[in-house]
């Protein structure tokens, strides 16, 4: 070869670099295979306006060059120049033009891999399946899989670099309509980021299904994130999958890298048919006959072109990768060009189908969120139709009711609360008769006593102390000495037994027994007052409930919150904990929130009956396979008894003090502020004794002095 090379003038065979990473790729594999037997040259044609100049350069370079070949991604002016100079153009891109004799496409045709994925389509009988893809060259196999009339097919478009919220959107949308198997066109990022996203979606284990255009083997470099997956990952490659043995060594250039290597490889097969002394017309015609006719293994399999110089005879791989391991399952044949009904061939593997799947979150750190959804979601979420159609509940594992959730009504302290025994009337009446009876027992006194001139009477100062002294049981120094004045004051003294009887008796019972009445006995009272507001929180399940009942008194309440009062709504559950607490409202909220509220917080009281009963579930994404375990689980920690054991810990008795009702075991000891009225009258008692006291003191002083004057 190297005496073929001298003897032919200017020989070199280029290798055509249209863009500038093609020229690193190229350089090391052609110094490896074709060092000794061929240089290279770069033919840049991005300095050319129009097509016609670019046609126009690159015969004019490629003919004043005495070039032989061309090598590297498919180009319409270099093809076209190729074509008119009967020259090998080796490209290792898809070609653009259908009908070219001199330039043969190493690149697998995509047309290829359309018809593998539709026959499996077609093999599996699949009546709805996801496509994702990233660039216009994925709408071809849409357009191919559409011929299928018994496939629904949804596309999803990821325009430029995928972001997560672009892929989550896509993937829950993917849910909701129930599909299960998804085709990825996308590069190595996006099929990266669509993976990490499915995987905090819980989409990556059964029943889910994930099929991947790979013809360049990049994808195992994104597969070894995911090796937690139980689920599997098809692909359709030129290579076997081998997790062990890496299928190219080109991975920090990926397909790129791969196709140059063919490219070169071909070149170099093309460049052992020539001889000594031919011409630079001949050799260009040998090296294109000879790639027409080249059977050659390369990375990207057999290589062999059809007379439109498009790869044939080659096989697609069809590879499975799971969390059991990677299986060859089948092959697709290109023969020919043609399509083939039996060009599809999968493998018999009866231990695919007695594998027994994992529960899905085995080995898996599942993250539990409060309200916002990941994997699941453990909240005081109630079943609902509006929450079904966007989230799968399993069974419930509580059921929760509303309920009114109101301050605790404070006791008011009186300083004379001695006093509460008895109405005021009583006490009006019993003044009245004290008065009554001393004027009536002086009077009795003073005729009995005119009768009897030996028997003293009974002054009217004395009378009033006698009554009064015997009311509150003291010790008087005068007495009745007639025979009417004593019936009178026997009369009186039954009167005052019954009246302090019955008096120590209520007086203990208010002292010592806490009663607080509220304004508020049920739910219903509040549908017919408007001193106390109500509401619950806007775009709740609880106010859907009161704007949809045809309950007369919810109804009614419904129109008072929204219309007439609606400032009552609040927007969170802890804007409505804190309106209960400062200014006097009652909020309507889950019975299970409402009765922990109150047992947390002594200031807070529960208003019943509850009413609206619905089970709280956990959610998880829509067609979630671990749904029933998740249900089978809490039926059994419901039959053992567990969940009730975990209701009494967080909700157990309520340790703060019913002051709904008197009861004898809720007896609290006498406070001063209780009995401060008495010793506020013991107090005035002392002051008004001094103070006559001192009076007397003074008049007599003056009576003193005025008889000393006169």
């Given amino acids: 070869m190297s005496n073929a090379i001298k003897h032919t003038k200017d020989s070199c065979y280029l290798i055509s670099a249209i863009l500038p990473s093609w020229n690193q790729i190229l350089e090391p594999i052609f110094a490896e295979k074709l060092s000794s037997k061929a240089s290279k040259m770069i033919l840049r044609l991005d300095t050319a306006k129009t097509e016609y100049d670019r046609v126009f350069k690159a015969r004019e370079f490629l003919n004043g060059h005495s070039i032989h070949a061309v090598l590297g991604p498919f180009s319409e002016a270099t093809a076209l120049a190729s074509e008119s100079l009967n020259m090998a153009y080796i490209a290792t891109s898809p ?25 499996l389509v077609k093999r599996y009988k699949w009546d709805k399946v996801s496509f994702f893809y990233d660039n216009d060259k994925g709408i071809s196999i849409v357009e191919k899989l559409l011929t299928n009339h018994e496939l629904m097919i949804k596309s999803w478009k990821f325009e430029g670099e995928a972001t997560e919220k672009e892929a989550r959107d896509h993937l829950v949308h993917m849910r909701t309509v129930f599909m299960k198997r998804s085709i990825v066109f996308l590069n190595m990022r996006n099929t990266r980021v669509l993976l990490e996203t499915a995987r905090n979606l819980a989409m990556m284990s059964t029943p889910y299904e994930w099929f991947f255009y790979d013809p360049g083997d990049e994808l195992p470099l994104v597969f070894q994130s995911f090796t937690d997956a139980m689920v599997n990952f098809t692909v359709f490659s030129t290579m076997p999958y081998n997790s062990s043995e890496p299928s190219t060594r080109f991975n920090e250039n990926g397909m790129n890298a791969t196709l140059a290597y063919d490219a070169v490889s071909l070149l170099e097969a093309a460049i052992a048919d020539l001889h000594d002394n031919m ?17 050659k293994k ?32 089948g092959v697709w044949n290109a023969v020919n060009g043609s399509f083939l009904r039996n060009n599809l061939e999968m493998f018999n593997r009866s231990d695919l189908f007695n594998r027994t799947p994992p529960f899905p979150l085995k ?28 989230v799968d509940f399993t069974k419930p594992f509580m059921t929760r009711y509303i309920s009114v959730l109101m301050k605790v009504p404070q006791s008011e302290t009186s300083y004379f609360e001695f006093l509460n025994p008895l109405h005021h009337t009583v006490w009006i009446c019993t003044f009245g008769a004290f008065i009554f ?23 009217f100062r004395q009378s009033l102390w006698f009554v009064f002294g015997s009311l509150l049981q003291g ?70 409930f009161f704007k949809n009942t045809n309950i007369e008194h919810f109804s009614k309440m419904w129109s008072q919150m929204s219309e ?15 309106k209960v607490k400062q200014a006097n409202f009652a909020f309507f909220w889950d019975t299970t929130v409402n009765k922990y509220m109150t047992i947390e917080d002594c200031e807070f009281m529960e208003v019943g009956p509850p009413f609206d009963p619905k089970g709280f579930g956990i959610g998880v994404p829509p067609g979630a396979t671990y749904r029933e375990d998740l249900s089978m689980a809490i039926l059994k920690l419901s039959d053992s008894g567990t969940l009730h054991e975990m209701e009494n810990k967080w909700w157990g008795r309520r340790n703060c003090p019913d002051l709904s009702k008197p009861s004898t075991d809720e007896t609290s000891e006498l406070q001063i502020e209780n009995v401060a009225g008495v010793f506020f009258i013991l107090l005035g008692g002392v002051v008004i004794a001094g103070v006559v006291c001192l009076a007397e003191y003074f008049a007599k002083k003056i009576s003193r002095t005025v008889k000393k004057v006169r």
């Fill in 279 to 295: 011409t630079t017309e001949e050799i260009r015609i040998s090296i294109r006959d000879s790639i027409k006719e080249v059977r």
């Fill in 564 to 578: 007439i009062d609606p400032d009552s709504m609040v927007s969170t559950t802890e804007e409505g904990f804190k």
């Fill in 298 to 329: 390369g990375l990207t399999g057999d290589i062999q072109f059809d007379r439109h110089g498009r790869r044939t005879n080659y096989t697609i791989f069809i590879s499975e990768i799971s969390g059991y391991g990677d299986f060859e399952i």
């Fill in 475 to 544: 010790s008087t120094d005068a007495s009745p000495s007639t025979i009417p004045g004593r019936i009178l004051a026997s009369s009186w003294w039954f009167f005052a037994l019954i009246l302090i009887s019955s008096y120590t008796a209520n007086l203990a019972a208010f002292l010592t027994v806490k009663k607080i009445n509220t304004p508020i006995k049920s739910v219903t009272d509040l549908s017919s007052q408007t001193k106390i507001k109500y509401g619950t929180v806007r775009h709740s399940g609880i106010m859907s």
């Fill in 363 to 390: 080995g898996r750190k599942a993250r539990v969120v409060m309200i916002l959804n990941a994997t699941m979601s453990v909240a005081p979420l109630s079943i609902s139709s509006d929450r079904e159609g966007a």
């Fill in 95 to 119: 070609m653009t033009s259908p009908r070219l004799n001199s330039t043969f496409q190493v690149f697998p045709a995509l047309e290829d891999f359309s018809q593998a994925i539709f026959d």
């Fill in 437 to 459: 009876v001393s004027i009536t027992l002086y009077i009795l006194e003073r005729v009995g006593s005119m009768q009897k001139k030996d028997c003293p009477y009974i002054s």
